[in-house]
Nanobody
Framework: VQLVESGGGLVQPGGSLRLSCAAS????????????IGWFRQAPGKEREGVAC????????YYAEFARGRFSISRDHAKNTVFLQMDSLKFEDTAEYYC?????????????WGAGTLVTVSS
């Protein structure tokens, strides 16, 4: 499976962005919905951290504590795309955001990573 992120950019604090992750070259015998699709991020000088996950088999979603109530992950099944809607953005949300795919229930990034899309929150 191949992943391509888009939608990053510069936004002011309190603003919103919607990131997209488009999946292609899905392994034969699998469907897009079989994959857990997740978002991770890495800020300069900090360790990578999980943001949100859309579990494989359409078994729900979960969020990091900092993302709950502000971020929302969703799928467009027809377009093999996952979105991360980010609202009420803060300076500390500035990071490179990566999309991941796992051929199982949880988001661990075991199968594929995208190249990333940069989100900068600045006034």
């Amino acid at each position: 499976v191949q992943l391509v992120e888009s939608g990053g950019g510069l936004v002011q604090p309190g603003g919103s962005l919607r990131l997209s992750c488009a999946a292609s070259e899905i392994t034969d015998g699998l469907t897009f919905d079989d994959y857990a699709i997740g978002w991770f991020r890495q800020a300069p000088g900090k360790e990578r951290e999980g943001v949100a996950c859309s579990r494989g088999g359409n078994r729900g979603t979960y969020y990091a504590e900092f993302a709950r109530g502000r971020f929302s992950i969703s799928r467009d099944h027809a377009k093999n795309t996952v979105f991360l809607q980010m609202d009420s953005l803060k300076f500390e949300d500035t990071a490179e955001y990566y999309c991941t795919a796992d051929n199982h229930l949880e988001c661990t990034g075991s199968d594929a990573w995208g190249a990333g899309t940069l989100v900068t929150v600045s006034s």
